[in-house]
C-alpha cells in the first residue's frame, strides 16, 4: 500500500499544472513543460516541469529539472521553496490543502509527536494572537486602506503586531516584522491557528519579502471567520477579497478560507441555508468553488458562485469602487439576501 506521502506526490503529480500556476506564477506553459527562471519564481526558461505523462520513460509528470544550476525534484519541492514551510508534516498539510483534501484520518509515523507539534503550533498561534492589538490607527489599518478597504475590522478576527518574526528561507535569524494577524479558528470559535500578512514599514504594501504570507496551526477545514454567520454566508480565499464584498456589502456575513484549496475544505456551520462562494477568477479558484459547491449541495445548502469582473474582488474594488462592486453582487445574490441590503454609506 502506498504511503500518504507518494499518494500526495501521485496527485499533485495529476495536478502539476494547478500547482504550477499557483507556486510559480512568474512561468508560463509552453507545450509538455511550465518554464520559469527559478524556484524563486523569478521570470525565465531555466527551471522546467513536466505536466504531461511523457510516451518514454524519462521525465516524469510533476518531476522538475533547473537546467542552470543541474537542481532537480518534485512538486512538494517547489511548494517547500516557495511557502518556506520548515517541518515536513506541515508540508504535507500544505499539499493536502492545495488539493483540497480534508484533514488525515489515517495516522502517520509517529501520530504522537505530530499531535504535539500541532498542539504547539495551535499555542503558539494563541499567543501571538492574544498579544497583538486591535487595527485602528496602525500600520495593518494604513495597508487595508491602500487596498480600498475602510471599513472598521472586527478585533476578534483581525489584529497588529508591530513585531512579528519573520524568516526568509535558509536565512539563519529572524526579522521583526509588522504584520497583520488573522485568527483562524473552527466552529466552535476555538482559535486553531493564525495568518499572518508582512507589511512594508510604512505600512503601504505587504513586505519586501519572497514569502510575505504565512499560515500557523490548523488551517485546514478551519477560516478566518470575519462574521458571525446568520442564514446566509460568503466564503473565499483572501483576507483582502473578502473585505472588499464587506466594503460592499457590510448587511452579509463573509469568512476568508486563505486559499484554493482550503477553499474547497473549509467546514461549513449548521443551520446554513445560503452560502455565496466567492471564487478567484483563476483555474485553481474555479476548481476550488466548484469542490466547495458540491460538498454545500450535498448538504442541502443553496449555493450562489459570485465571480468578480478582474482577477478577485479586490482588484474589482480598486478599479471600480465600493458603489460600482455593490451593485455588481446586487445582482448576483439571491433575492432573499437582496432585500436585507439597507441604501450605500
Not at 499567543?127 to 494604513?142: I, Q, Y
Request: glycine fraction near 10%.
Amino acid at each position: 500500500m502506498p504511503s500518504e506521502t507518494e499518494t500526495l506526490l501521485r496527485d499533485l503529480a495529476q495536478d502539476a499544472e494547478n500547482v504550477c500556476r499557483r507556486y510559480l506564477p512568474a512561468g508560463r506553459r509552453e507545450g509538455n513543460y511550465w518554464l520559469v527562471g527559478d524556484l524563486q519564481n523569478t521570470p525565465g526558461r531555466s527551471l522546467y516541469v513536466r505536466l504531461t505523462r511523457p510516451e518514454t520513460g524519462k521525465g516524469a509528470r510533476g518531476k522538475w529539472t533547473d537546467s542552470a544550476t543541474g537542481e532537480f525534484g518534485d512538486l512538494l519541492d517547489i511548494i517547500q521553496a516557495r511557502t518556506g514551510i520548515a517541518t515536513f508534516p506541515e508540508l504535507l498539510e500544505e499539499a493536502r490543502a492545495h488539493l483540497g483534501r480534508p484533514a488525515l484520518v489515517e495516522a502517520m509515523e509517529d501520530a504522537n509527536t505530530r499531535g504535539a507539534v500541532s498542539s504547539d503550533k495551535r499555542a503558539a498561534a494563541k499567543r501571538l494572537f492574544a498579544a497583538a492589538r486591535p487595527v485602528a490607527g496602525t500600520l495593518a489599518e494604513t495597508y487595508l486602506r491602500t487596498r480600498g478597504i475602510c471599513r472598521p475590522v472586527p478585533s476578534a478576527a483581525l489584529r497588529f503586531r508591530p513585531t512579528c518574526w519573520h524568516r526568509q528561507g535558509g536565512e539563519a535569524q529572524a526579522t521583526p516584522r509588522p504584520a497583520l494577524i488573522a485568527a483562524v479558528t473552527d466552529g466552535a470559535g476555538g482559535l486553531q491557528g493564525v495568518h499572518r500578512t508582512w507589511l512594508a514599514a510604512d505600512g503601504k504594501g505587504k513586505a519586501p519579502v519572497a514569502v510575505p504570507r504565512r499560515a500557523m496551526g490548523q488551517i485546514l477545514g478551519n477560516a478566518v471567520r470575519i462574521d458571525p454567520v446568520s442564514d446566509c454566508l460568503v466564503v473565499g480565499e483572501g483576507i483582502e477579497t473578502m473585505l472588499s464584498i464587506r466594503e460592499a456589502l457590510p448587511e452579509v456575513p463573509v469568512w476568508a478560507a486563505l486559499s484554493a484549496g482550503h477553499l474547497g475544505g473549509v467546514s461549513l456551520p449548521q443551520g446554513l441555508a445560503r452560502l455565496y462562494i466567492a471564487r478567484d477568477r483563476d483555474p485553481a479558484g474555479e476548481q476550488a468553488a466548484e469542490r466547495l459547491r458540491a460538498r454545500a449541495a450535498e448538504a442541502g445548502v443553496a449555493v450562489i458562485v459570485l465571480a468578480p469582473r478582474l482577477g478577485d474582488f479586490n482588484d474589482d474594488l480598486l478599479a471600480d469602487g465600493r458603489e460600482v462592486l455593490r451593485h455588481r453582487l446586487r445582482t448576483q445574490i439571491g433575492p432573499e439576501d437582496r432585500v436585507r441590503l439597507k441604501q450605500p454609506a
